[in-house]
Each structure stands twice: as C-alpha cells, then as structure tokens.
C-alpha cells in the first residue's frame, strides 16, 4: 500500500503563472486531497474500527466559500485569478443548493473579494517614496 501525506497544502506549484492554470490548480489539489481523506477513513476503520471524527472527502467543498472573501494582491493576474475562482465558487455553491433541494435563482450567493491590504499598502508607500503623480494599483 502507497502511503501519501494528507495535507492541506499552501505550496501549490502549477504549470504555469496564468490565472487559469492556478485556479485550476488550486481546484485539482482540493479535489485530490479531499480524495486522500476517503483513503484515510478506509485505513483507519480497518485497523481501529468505526469511531472516528476524520471529515468525508464530501465536507471538502468549495460552497464552504459562501459569503467569503477571496483576497489577491493587485497585480493583473491575480485579480484575474481572483475572478475566476470566485466564479468557481458560485459555481459550487449554485450546485450545492441544487443537490439540497432548493433553487439557486432565489438564493444570495455572495462571494466577496478584496484587495490585498498589505500589498495596497506597500504599493502607496513606493508612490509615495517615489514621488509619483498618480497611484496605479499594478504590480
């Protein structure tokens, strides 16, 4: 038997840097640890029984997100990413909704994003340093 970390991890390293390579990513890694913590339960009732609190691979969901924030710094490709995660997230939450019976055209589906405040920061401190005219949110 293969034995794999199970580990909710911030080191995601995608292909790439585009927006649309992260997300998905970011979305193939929750699925595949998410797969892991099925393995785990399977492990462990066979060797100490039924009497566990490990979570279903079903309680990882990105409906979870619900009236989340999704924050990002506010360089292009993270306010892409930002929006296309975000898009995901509604995505999961419209569908969650359908599974539970009820209508997502009369639910608030609310997914917030924001700016990054640290990184908003240092950005106007190097306008400000730099004495520049305007302030452009980039990177």
Same mark, same amino acid.
């Given at each position: 038997?293969?034995?794999?970390?199970?580990? *909710?991890?911030?080191?995601?390293?995608?292909?790439?840097?585009?927006?649309?390579?992260?997300?998905?990513?970011?979305?193939?890694?929750?699925?595949?640890?998410?797969?892991?913590?099925?393995?785990? *339960?399977? +492990?462990? #009732?066979? @060797?100490y029984?039924?009497?566990?609190?490990?979570?279903s691979? #079903?309680? %990882?969901?990105?409906?979870? @997100?619900?009236? /989340? %924030?999704?924050?990002? &710094?506010?360089?292009?490709?993270? =306010?892409?990413?930002?929006?296309?995660?975000?898009?995901?997230?509604? #995505?999961? *939450?419209?569908?969650? %909704?359908?599974?539970?019976g /009820? &209508?997502?055209?009369? #639910?608030? %589906?609310?997914?917030? =994003?924001?700016?990054?405040?640290?990184?908003?920061?240092? +950005?106007? *401190?190097?306008?400000?340093?730099? /004495?520049?005219?305007?302030?452009? @949110?980039?990177?």
């Open positions: 038997m293969l034995f794999r970390p199970l580990l *909710i991890s911030s080191s995601i390293f995608p292909e790439n840097d585009k927006a649309e390579t992260v997300c998905m990513s970011i979305l193939d890694a929750l699925k595949e640890k998410a797969s892991l913590l099925d393995q785990w *339960i399977m +492990v462990h #009732e066979s @060797m029984g039924p009497n566990h609190d490990i979570p691979a #079903e309680s %990882i969901h990105l409906s979870k @997100m619900r009236d /989340g %924030i999704v924050t990002t &710094d506010t360089c292009n490709t993270a =306010r892409a990413l930002s929006e296309l995660i975000s898009f995901e997230i509604e #995505e999961a *939450i419209k569908q969650k %909704i359908v599974d539970t /009820g &209508d997502p055209d009369y #639910e608030e %589906i609310n997914v917030y =994003r924001q700016d990054c405040h640290n990184h908003m920061r240092n +950005v106007w *401190i190097k306008h400000v340093k730099y /004495g520049y005219p305007t302030i452009s @949110m980039t990177c």
